[in-house]
């Protein structure tokens, strides 16, 4: 199996040159690392060449690493039902500079693209519908980032008198401020709600 990834990695990083920036053998599967501008040409050349035949488009998922200047890894994972082999492709990506949509060589794309933007924050150039898709309207924030605060920075609740949801700035209980994340174990100097009746 290593020899044929191995023959694989070769065969990719020959044909399709300084579009391939790395490659690895990892648990049993070929890593590639692409040029960002060329994303769609590597795609391209995965699913029709016939050494790959890389035609099922899995899923696309993100990273974010913060102290890189390129904070974003956007990850495609392909699978070949023809050599029954997957492939895993990564492009790293900024803020502000869009990756390009690869939609035209796999429409199944266009939700995973959409996904990645709403929850990391991630462009894409050429994308016919690059709107948010699992958060609310209006949501502020990608909440897949790093530095998304881990309360959000809105809460939302139904408001009987207005007769509709309202959208309210977060408010923490003091029991969630003072919680000693150091020592859980020692227990809390303050009663939480609900211990008093463990004592009767």
């Known amino acids: 199996m290593s020899d044929m990834l191995k023959a694989l990695s070769a065969h990719i990083a020959d044909r399709l040159g300084p579009a391939i920036l790395a490659s690895a053998i ?4 070929l890593a590639i690392e692409a ?12 699913h029709d060449d016939a050494e790959c035949r ?19 890894d956007v990850v495609y994972h392909l699978l070949s039902p023809y050599k029954n082999q997957r492939i895993r492709v990564k492009v790293k990506a900024d803020e502000m500079t869009p990756v390009p949509s690869v939609i035209e060589v ?12 709403d929850l990391y924050g991630v462009l894409f150039s050429g994308h016919p519908d690059l709107r948010r898709i ?5 949501f502020a924030g990608h909440p897949l980032r790093k530095d998304f605060p881990l ?50």
Do not use: N
């Open 26 to 29: 990892s648990h049993g599967e």
């Open 35 to 46: 040029e960002p501008a060329q994303i769609a040409t590597v795609m391209r050349f995965l």
């Open 54 to 72: 890389f035609v099922c488009f899995i899923d696309i998922c993100g990273a974010d690493y913060p102290e890189r200047e390129k904070r974003f």
């Open 106 to 117: 796999f429409p199944a794309a266009d939700w995973f693209e959409r996904e990645t933007f």
């Open 134 to 138: 699992l958060t609310d309207y209006g």
């Open 151 to 200: 309360t959000g920075h809105v809460e939302v609740r139904y408001d009987d008198e207005q007769k509709r949801v309202v959208y309210e700035p977060v408010k923490l209980v003091q029991e969630f401020r003072k919680f000693d994340y150091l020592s859980p174990w020692e227990g809390t100097d303050y009663i939480l709600p609900g211990d008093e009746k463990a004592k009767s």
